[in-house]
DNA sequence: GCCAACGTTGGC
DNA sequence: GCCAACGTTGGC
C-alpha cells in the first residue's frame, strides 16, 4: 500500500496537446519520458523533480483547456535524447553528450479525471488565483502547484486524495 | 549590453 | 485563424 501524503512530496504541471499527446496516450503507453521541453525555467522545474511527485496533466490548445488527470514522475531527470537527434525538431546544435542542455524525466499515469476541470473553473478557485497558469501571458509548461492547488484540483475534478492510493 | 526581429505558445 | 505575450537570437 502506497499511502499519498500530499504534504511530503512537491506537485506539479504539465501541459500537452492532447492532438498530440493527451492523457489517454499516457495511460495506453503506461510510461513515457517527457521530453522536447526547450525554455530553461521549465527545465530546471524539471530537474526539481523527485521520483513519487504527483503531477496535474493539463491539456491545451483543446476544446476544453484544463486538467485530465494524475501523473508521477517514475523516473526523476536525465538528458533529452532529442537533443542529440540531428535534423529532429528538437535537435540542438550546442549541446553535447557530455554536457547536455536539456533534461527529461519519466512519467506515468496514477488517475484518469472523470471529466477535465477545466481553465475556466480554476480561475474561480481561490486557490488558483495567483499561479503561472492563470496569470496571463505566462507559458510555462512546466510548473509547479502547491499542496492546497492539487488539493482543489482534485475536489474539482469530485475527487480525493483517497482515490490516489494504490496497492 | 542593447534592442529589433523573429518564432513560439496558447487562449479564444 | 488571430493575436497578445513572451523568450531567444543576432547585429551592432
Known amino acids: 500500500m502506497v499511502r499519498v501524503t500530499l504534504l511530503a512530496m512537491r506537485h ?5 496537446e492532447p492532438a498530440v499527446f493527451g492523457f489517454n496516450d499516457l495511460v495506453r503507453v503506461g510510461r513515457e519520458p517527457w521530453n522536447g521541453v ?3 525555467q521549465a527545465r530546471n522545474f524539471l530537474r526539481e523533480m523527485r521520483a513519487g511527485d504527483l503531477c496535474l496533466f493539463y491539456h491545451s490548445g483543446a476544446r476544453p483547456t484544463g486538467v485530465a ?6 523516473r526523476e531527470a536525465y538528458p533529452d535524447d532529442l537533443q542529440f537527434g540531428l535534423g529532429g525538431p528538437y535537435f ?14 519519466d512519467v506515468e499515469p496514477v488517475l484518469a479525471f472523470p471529466g ?3 481553465l475556466e473553473t480554476l480561475r474561480t478557485l481561490p486557490e488558483w488565483q495567483d499561479s503561472p497558469l492563470t496569470r496571463k501571458g505566462t507559458r510555462l509548461s ?13 475536489e474539482a475534478a469530485g475527487l480525493s486524495p483517497e482515490d490516489l492510493e494504490s496497492d
Open 12 to 16: 506539479w504541471l504539465l501541459k500537452s
Open 116 to 118: 477535465v476541470v477545466t
Open 92 to 105: 540542438d546544435p550546442k549541446s553535447t553528450p557530455e554536457a547536455p542542455r536539456w533534461s527529461m524525466v
Open 142 to 154: 512546466v510548473l509547479p502547484v502547491t499542496p492546497e492547488q492539487f488539493l482543489a484540483a482534485l
Open 38 to 40: 526547450r525554455n530553461y
Open 69 to 74: 488527470g494524475v501523473a508521477r514522475v517514475a
